[in-house]
């Protein structure tokens, strides 16, 4: 079946510092891909669509400029977390449509900002 | 604005027994609707799915009912296994042929009792 693979699947930063997280499609092409955040006890909150080739579409109240989200080809995007503070310590989701109605996510990388 | 709402956090089922997850929604324009099981730190999975047009729809031991003009939709789990204890995940979605995105629920977390 379709996969996607998110990586790191865990990672600890430092204060200021930046992260760059992975989304791949292994076996088939993604035009678009999804970014999630899921806070503790909460649900899984859509932060933006990735859309290769052009900008992402962020929903409201998320800053673009802290997550920088490129899909620079049609197996790959990209989440980068810039200038991390412990707030933005959760877990992150990728996912993304391999047909018209099948959702594959990542396996989800756990960000801890110390 | 939570369009999507599970207003059961937890629920606790003998092994054996049925499991009943529900699951609300505001938005009338939803028309697809998906269950996905979360263990921690790892990603949804997918387990089914029901189109707007249906009522039920049935695969093993899951079985997904939705009743439009309640808004509703449950999950039935029988006979539940240990192995389903995790958190459950309902999310809606608008048919869009092409970059859907999923609004999901809050979780309820399912623990099979032995």
């Known amino acids: 079946g379709a996969v996607v693979s998110q990586h790191p699947s865990r990672v600890i930063c430092k204060s200021g510092t930046s992260v760059k997280i992975e989304c791949r499609s292994l076996?088939?092409?993604?035009?678009?891909m999804f970014w999630y955040r899921q806070f503790p006890k909460q649900s899984l909150m859509l932060m933006a669509t990735?859309?290769?080739?052009?900008?992402?579409?962020?929903e409201q109240g998320v800053e673009k400029d802290k997550f920088l989200i490129n899909h620079a080809s049609l197996t790959l995007s990209t989440l980068t977390v810039t200038s991390a503070h412990p707030e933005d310590s959760s877990f992150y989701i990728c996912?993304?449509?391999?047909?018209?109605?099948?959702?594959?996510f990542g396996s989800g990388t756990r960000l801890t900002v110390v | 604005d939570q369009q999507v709402k599970q207003n059961s956090p937890s629920l606790s089922v003998q092994e054996g027994r049925i499991s009943i997850l529900n699951c609300d929604y505001t938005n009338s324009m939803f028309d697809y609707f998906l269950w996905y099981k979360k263990y921690p730190a790892e990603g949804p999975t997918f387990l089914i799915s029901i189109s707007s047009i249906k009522d039920k729809n049935e695969d093993g031991r899951f079985t997904v009912f939705l009743n439009k003009s309640a808004k509703h939709l449950s999950l039935h789990i029988v006979p539940s296994q240990p192995g389903d204890s995790a958190v459950y995940f309902c999310a809606a979605t608008i048919s869009n042929f092409g970059n859907e995105k999923l609004t999901f629920g809050t979780g309820t977390r399912l623990t099979i009792i032995p």
């Open positions: 990735s859309n290769e080739g052009s900008k992402a579409t962020y």
């Open positions: 076996d088939f092409q993604a035009t678009t």
């Open positions: 996912s993304a449509q391999p047909t018209n109605y099948g959702y594959t």
